[in-house]
C-alpha cells in the first residue's frame, strides 16, 4: 500500500509538471505569434511612412523649382516682372566676387 502511495503521489507530481510544462510553452508560443504579428505591422508601417516620406521629398522639390516659384508669384500674389526703370544695376566691390549685391529703389536699407 505504501508503494502505491509514493507511485500515485510521484505520477501527480509528473503529471502536473508536465502539463504546467505544456501550459507554458502554449503560453509563450502564443506569445511568440503576437509579437510576430506586431512586428509584422511594424514593418508595414514603416514601409509606408517611408513611402509617404519620398513622395513629400519630391513633392517639397517640386515647390522648389523656379517655373512652380514663377506660377504661384503671378497667379496667386499677382506678381509680374518689374518694369526696366525699376531694375538697378550695381558694379561689383573690388576684392569681393560672389557677394550677393543688393539695392532698395524706394530708398529702405536693405536687410
Same mark, same amino acid.
Given at each position: 500500500?505504501?508503494?502505491?502511495?509514493?507511485?500515485?503521489?510521484?505520477?501527480?507530481?509528473?503529471?502536473?509538471?508536465?502539463?504546467?510544462?505544456?501550459?507554458?510553452?502554449?503560453?509563450?508560443?502564443?506569445?511568440?505569434?503576437?509579437?510576430?504579428?506586431?512586428?509584422?505591422?511594424?514593418?508595414?508601417?514603416?514601409?509606408?511612412?517611408?513611402?509617404?516620406?519620398?513622395?513629400?521629398?519630391?513633392?517639397?522639390? #517640386?515647390?522648389?523649382?523656379?517655373?512652380?516659384?514663377?506660377?504661384?508669384?503671378?497667379?496667386?500674389?499677382?506678381?509680374?516682372?518689374?518694369?526696366?526703370?525699376?531694375?538697378? #544695376?550695381?558694379?561689383?566691390?573690388?576684392?569681393?566676387?560672389?557677394?550677393?549685391?543688393?539695392?532698395?529703389?524706394?530708398?529702405?536699407?536693405?536687410?
Amino acid at each position: 500500500m505504501r508503494l502505491s502511495r509514493a507511485f500515485v503521489t510521484l505520477w501527480t507530481v509528473a503529471t502536473v509538471a508536465t502539463v504546467s510544462a505544456f501550459v507554458l510553452h502554449l503560453a509563450l508560443r502564443g506569445k511568440t505569434v503576437a509579437l510576430g504579428y506586431e512586428l509584422g505591422h511594424a514593418r508595414a508601417e514603416s514601409a509606408r511612412l517611408r513611402e509617404v516620406r519620398h513622395v513629400l521629398a519630391v513633392e517639397a522639390a #517640386s515647390y522648389k523649382t523656379p517655373e512652380r516659384v514663377e506660377i504661384v508669384a503671378r497667379t496667386l500674389l499677382a506678381m509680374e516682372p518689374p518694369p526696366p526703370s525699376r531694375v538697378v #544695376s550695381l558694379a561689383p566691390v573690388d576684392g569681393i566676387k560672389d557677394a550677393p549685391v543688393t539695392a532698395s529703389v524706394l530708398g529702405a536699407p536693405p536687410p
